[in-house]
């Protein structure tokens, strides 16, 4: 080995220890925000970080480029807050300390990425930062409802409807349910949902459309159902049914048809038959 060599050797090797002693010296060991939120609803933001024996300078929380909280244990009072255009959150500063910060009242302003940074006493001011993601939901303030499903439909009719759920952000997941199964996707139709420019809010749309067979007659009506739903903070659903002009006893005896039912030692499929021919016979006369 080449006598220049060692100096540099010996100084990488100091370098690269000195680095590991300020990385073990102080670092951040987990940054949570809560998510998702509902408007108005609040949670706790936690930062916390390994010392090692370093002594801390400040700790700050920002949302995207602005700072809104710092805590510097050296100074009194030690928790400063500082103001957000557009309000998006409220600290509580009596119930904050350290890294562990309670907000209330979000608003879809503090949907983003909060960013929690750590920086240690001189002379080195060795900073540590973590991220967290946070999502701020509207919920709509109405139920779903359901359009289209007031009239009488004749057998082998399209039946055609639709599913709405007014005004949140993101806007909501539509579910098309008859007679307590899930709608056959073929008969889905999707729709972009509509934005209201004064608010930004959104609103979700769902299409069915399905020919109105006899095998889907319950009594003489159909059961539909919408749900929708945004994350684990909002499900609601609403119902309706399709009524179809068939004859009483005709309807009766489809419904048997439908659900396998009837009589003994005949099966579905040739009982359906039955009908059907009983069905024509009564509409031609």
Not at 157 to 172: G, H, I, K, T, Y
Not at 257 to 271: D, E, M, Q, R
Request: charge should be negative; glycine fraction near 6%; include cysteine.
């Amino acid at each position: 080995m080449d006598a220049v060599d060692v100096p540099r050797i010996l100084l990488f090797l100091l370098v690269l220890n000195i680095k590991n002693d300020v990385i073990v010296g102080l670092h951040i060991t987990k940054v949570r925000v809560p998510t998702p939120l509902a408007v108005g609803e609040g949670g706790w933001l936690e930062c916390e970080f390994v010392d090692e024996g370093e002594s801390i300078y400040a700790l700050k929380w920002y949302l995207g480029l602005d700072e809104f909280y710092r805590w510097t244990p050296a100074e009194n009072p030690p928790v400063k807050t500082f103001p957000v255009k557009g309000d998006p959150l409220t600290v509580d500063i009596a119930a904050s300390n350290r890294g562990k910060v309670k907000i209330h009242d979000v608003t879809l302003g503090a949907s983003g990425v909060f960013r929690c940074e750590v920086s240690a006493e001189a002379p080195d001011f060795h900073t540590e930062s973590d991220v967290a993601t946070m999502t701020v939901v509207a919920l709509p303030e109405e139920d779903p409802s359901i359009r289209g499903a007031g009239f009488t439909h004749q057998l082998h009719e399209d039946v055609m409807l639709n599913c709405s759920s007014p005004r949140s952000q993101p806007p909501a997941s539509l579910t098309f349910y008859v007679n307590q199964e899930l709608a056959d996707p073929s008969w889905l139709i999707t729709y972009p949902p509509l934005e209201d420019p004064e608010t930004g809010l959104e609103t979700a749309i769902l299409g069915l459309r399905f020919p109105l067979r006899p095998r889907l007659l319950r009594r003489g009506s159909i059961s539909i159902k919408c749900t929708a739903s945004i994350f684990n903070l909002y499900f609601k659903s609403t119902e309706a049914s399709v009524h179809a002009d068939v004859p009483f006893h005709a309807s009766i005896m489809v419904d048997r048809a439908a659900t396998g039912l009837g009589v003994p030692g005949i099966t579905s499929n040739v009982f359906f038959l039955v009908v059907s021919c009983l069905l024509l016979l009564l509409l031609t006369h």
